[in-house]
T-cell receptor, first 113, second 114 residues
């Protein structure tokens, strides 16, 4: 079965620090990839997505992610985090041809001012 | 926000009682999903629907049933609620016409089973 691993459960950073959150998946075929963000008390919102093409994708709020097929990875990055980026971040994978997403367990990011 | 509403937003119920959660969408999306979110588990798929009266099981379907009699409504029923079903429940739709669009989520229902 498809699985998605997010390496860090909790990350604490100071404002202006750089962020990289890891995501690896287990399926060897063609996939679509997503990062979602969940601010405290809210629902999940789409940050960015990769379907095909340029493996470096840019999303909202200055986030970007890089798809490295050989490593089965889709890591999320931001050069300089803000206090308002405090949230939980979820990686999700869709196997092309199937209608469901598999989510990682999430990474809680706390940014201290 | 993809026009998704969920009701109720909060519910407290007793063990053994039936509970139905409603998801309503206004944009005629074909695919709809029910997830539960629990600390340390992320989101887990309960059931999904790919059209009126067409549903399938997800990863954690035991103890749950669903129905979709209209395109816009997707109901999740706990036939006899248990404390292990205390969770936050999210409905989602798929944005694409096929199977592979990104999903957008409703505001969630916080269910507590005492």
């Amino acid at each position: 079965a498809q699985s998605v691993s997010q390496h860090n459960h909790h990350v604490i950073l100071s404002e202006a620090a750089s962020l990289e959150l890891g995501c690896n998946y287990s399926y060897g075929g063609t996939v679509n990839l997503f990062w979602y963000v969940q601010y405290p008390g809210q629902h999940l919102q789409l940050l960015l997505k990769y379907f095909s093409g340029d493996p470096l994708v840019k999303g909202i709020k200055g986030f970007e992610a890089e798809f490295i097929k050989s490593k089965f990875s889709f890591n999320l990055r931001k050069p300089s985090v803000q206090w308002s980026d405090t949230a939980e971040y979820f990686c999700a994978v869709n196997i092309v041809g199937y209608s469901t997403l598999t989510f990682g367990k999430g990474t809680m990011l706390l940014v201290s001012p | 926000d993809a026009g998704i509403t969920q009701s109720p937003r909060h519910k407290v119920t007793e063990t053994g009682t039936p509970v139905t959660l409603r998801c309503h969408q206004t944009e005629n999306h074909r695919y709809m999903y029910w997830y539960r979110q629990d600390p340390g588990h992320g989101l887990r798929l309960i059931h999904y629907s790919y059209g009126v009266k067409d549903t399938d099981k997800g990863e954690v379907s035991d103890g749950y049933s669903v129905s979709r009699s209209k395109t816009e409504d997707f109901l999740l029923t706990l036939e006899s609620a248990t404390s292990s079903q205390t969770s936050v429940y999210f409905c989602a739709i798929s944005a694409g016409q096929g199977t592979e669009g990104e999903q957008y989520f409703g505001p969630g229902t916080r269910l507590t089973v005492t």
